[in-house]
């Protein structure tokens, strides 16, 4: 049989085995200025041969063809079993799994399997209301090309900027020096962040956390420190230079606002964090790692500190648009006394500073112990419910009926997230892992094309440490999630300035993020009532 090629719209994934189909034409509706997908599909009974894929539109819009790649998945998430619409395995786990988009718009296509293509598309500045055509050719080595016809029905709406609702993942430079083995703050790596941070903020973020120290999260990390810190008499100097140009860099990416290093250790606010003196690659530390939290050692340093990190706010205008920390995750009650003793200390120390952490026990929201909570989804409509000012976030779980962004959540969940976010009236999301590639807890550094979980499987989950894989260019690769999740964060826009009601009926499906509506037709069915 000679090659068979079809269209796909963005919420199904194709794996190796998938069969044959047979649309020739797709069409789906949008603002003006929203980012469209789509996706190309082809397979052959004998092989191989190249397959090329060629997209064409009007004048003046961007469309960029890549290639689908499969990635190896050893085992199924838990937490989904017995709930087979909860989990997209595909022939089953352990097989191959798409996810990452390559830059290529080639495939060596095999005998008997399916490969892809993702096709974005963006309108032109001038672009008016009516349906445009958008041709693909796909041109194999031995057989005839096929045509095929998306189209882009575009509807008389441009979509505002998001407002009142910041998003941010945890960037990780020292991933960057581990797989790109350049050193922390050379030039090298400083081109190399840009590029990852201009990606970032491309995908619908714009708050970006400042390694001023080494983030004290997830284990003893690679030295990744911005600010200079020397002992100067009974007290310490600092420089600031990279801190400023950390700052400088990420606005001229996009980013307004900022999210500044926890000074308390992770899961139980027991120590002060690890401070490097000097050049930071010898490991020489400010104090001992077991310096307790609220030591009288400790408190002078984070005197100074944020006496001098508030100058510099303020000179640098950041002030009102940076976010700060106590530590992350504490949880029970030996936690949450040490949890208080440190964010006294903080208001004793630095006054006029407002803290926001990832506190999912509504207990914790219900005695205010930091100004802005952060519950995982699980609780976070609690929150909302009791009129609990609060972001949300997940992080490795929870899964099942859950929301949540793994290599096995269905693309239609996914494509979910802006509805959801916008339903209930958070501040923001915050999600941990944008770009973890380390083995959990260490220094180890992990192929992300082959491990998705940090090697802690069923603890972590496939696809939560990363949202993008590492390009040999020193420029990311974005992944099908990370595609799929920038996109619904365009329903949040359409919603928003539409100046929709979060109580409007429209919503009754909507009821957690546990309970809501699966079915891609519910999406787009209310995306095509809500567009003029």
Not at 20 to 43: D, G, I, P
Not at 184 to 205: M, Q, R
Not at 248 to 267: L, Y
Request: proline residues 7%.
């Amino acid at each position: 049989m000679a090659l068979t090629s079809w269209l796909s719209d963005p919420f199904k994934r194709f794996f190796p085995k998938s069969p044959s189909e047979v649309r020739k034409t797709l069409s789906l509706n949008y603002a003006l200025n929203e980012r469209m997908s789509f996706q190309v599909l082809v397979r052959q009974d004998l092989g191989p041969q190249k397959v090329r894929v060629e997209a064409s539109g009007p004048d003046g819009w961007d469309i960029r063809v890549r290639r689908i790649g499969y990635v190896p998945v050893r085992h199924a998430n838990t937490g989904a079993e017995g709930m087979p619409e909860e989990a997209d395995l595909g022939d089953g786990l352990p097989g191959y799994v798409p996810d990452p988009l390559f830059n290529e718009d080639m495939v060596l296509l095999p005998q008997g399997e399916t490969h892809g293509f993702w096709v974005s598309v963006k309108a032109g500045k001038g672009a008016k209301a009516g349906t445009y055509p958008i041709a693909i050719k796909v041109i194999p080595e031995r057989d005839k090309p096929v045509k095929l016809t998306f189209k882009a029905i575009l509807h008389n709406l441009k979509l505002k900027p998001r407002k009142n609702f910041n998003i941010t993942h945890w960037f990780y430079a020292d991933s960057l020096v581990a797989r790109y083995k350049v050193k922390a703050f050379s030039e090298e790596f400083w081109t190399i962040c840009e590029e990852y941070v201009k990606n970032y903020v491309d995908h619908g973020l714009d708050t970006l956390y400042v390694p001023a120290f080494t983030p004290p999260l997830d284990g003893v990390k690679l030295p990744t420190q911005l600010l200079g810190v020397k002992r100067k008499g009974k007290g310490y100097e600092f420089d600031w230079t990279n801190v400023r140009r950390w700052l400088e860099m990420a606005r001229r990416c996009g980013i307004t606002h900022f999210e500044w290093v926890h000074p308390f250790t992770q899961w139980g606010v027991k120590y002060a964090i690890r401070i490097y003196v000097g050049d930071q690659e010898k490991e020489d530390l400010l104090f001992p790692p077991e310096t307790p939290a609220t030591s009288d050692e400790y408190r002078v340093f984070l005197t100074q500190f944020f006496k001098e990190l508030k100058e510099v706010l303020i000179e640098e205008k950041a002030l009102d648009t940076s976010f700060f920390h106590v530590s992350d995750e504490p949880h029970g009650e030996e936690h949450k006394a040490n949890y208080k003793a440190a964010r006294a200390m903080l208001k004793e120390i630095a006054p006029w500073m407002k803290t926001m952490d990832a506190l999912t026990d509504i207990a914790y929201g219900r005695e205010s112990l930091t100004d802005m909570p952060i519950p995982s989804i699980s609780t976070a409509v609690s929150f909302a419910n009791e009129g609990i000012e609060s972001w949300c976030y997940y992080c490795c779980g929870p899964r099942g009926r859950y929301l949540n962004r793994l290599m096995d959540t269905p693309l239609p969940k996914i494509w979910m997230h802006g509805i959801l976010f916008y339903r209930w009236p958070f501040k923001g999301f915050l999600h941990w892992g944008f770009n973890y590639w380390f083995e959990s807890q260490t220094r180890n550094f992990v192929d992300v094309f082959a491990e998705q979980d940090g090697l802690r499987w069923p603890n972590w989950a496939y696809g939560d440490t990363s949202q993008v894989y590492p390009g040999k260019d020193g420029k990311p690769l974005d992944s099908i999630r990370w595609e799929v999740f920038s996109e619904s964060l365009q329903d949040y826009q359409l919603l928003q300035t539409l100046g929709v009601d979060r109580n409007d009926p429209i919503f009754k499906p909507v009821r957690n993020f546990n309970d809501f509506p699966k079915d891609p037709k519910w999406r787009l069915n209310l995306r095509k009532k809500l567009l003029p």
